[in-house]
């Protein structure tokens, strides 16, 4: 059973940080291009960052230079580090394994990011 598991979201202030985990288990994480995406209240879903086996990276122009996507394969994890947290950064942040040879993709179940005075 393919589980993704987030943690790491919460309340945080303008300015400050956060960091994500994402904790795969079921799947042969090297296979997959791991991703996280944020989806606001009303807005569609959207890519943030996503990162190859090989550590190819890609990252929404919107939070580049703030944010870093990072994994370590030995931990089946993905994280994502948040820095310079704006409002318009609050959203639920899911974990996303996409398979390399397009043998499909699984989401986790969301965390909550926060960013308010």
């Known amino acids: 059973q393919v589980q993704l598991v987030e943690s790491g979201g919460g309340l945080v202030q303008p300015g400050g940080s956060l960091r994500l985990s994402c904790a795969a288990s079921?799947?042969?994480?090297?296979?997959?291009?791991m991703g996280w995406y944020r989806q606001a209240p009303g807005k569609q879903r959207e890519l943030v960052a996503s990162?190859?086996?090989?550590?190819?990276?890609a990252t929404a122009d919107s939070v580049k230079g703030r944010f870093t996507i990072s994994r370590d394969n030995a931990k089946n994890t993905v994280y994502l580090q948040m820095n310079s947290l704006k409002p318009e950064d609050t959203a639920v942040y899911y974990c996303?394994?996409?398979?390399?040879?397009?043998?499909?993709?699984?989401w986790g179940q969301g965390t909550q990011v926060t960013v308010s005075s």
């Open positions: 996303n394994a996409l398979h390399n040879g397009g043998f499909g993709t699984y």
């Open positions: 079921g799947i042969f994480f090297s296979f997959y291009t």
């Open positions: 990162i190859t086996n090989g550590n190819s990276v």
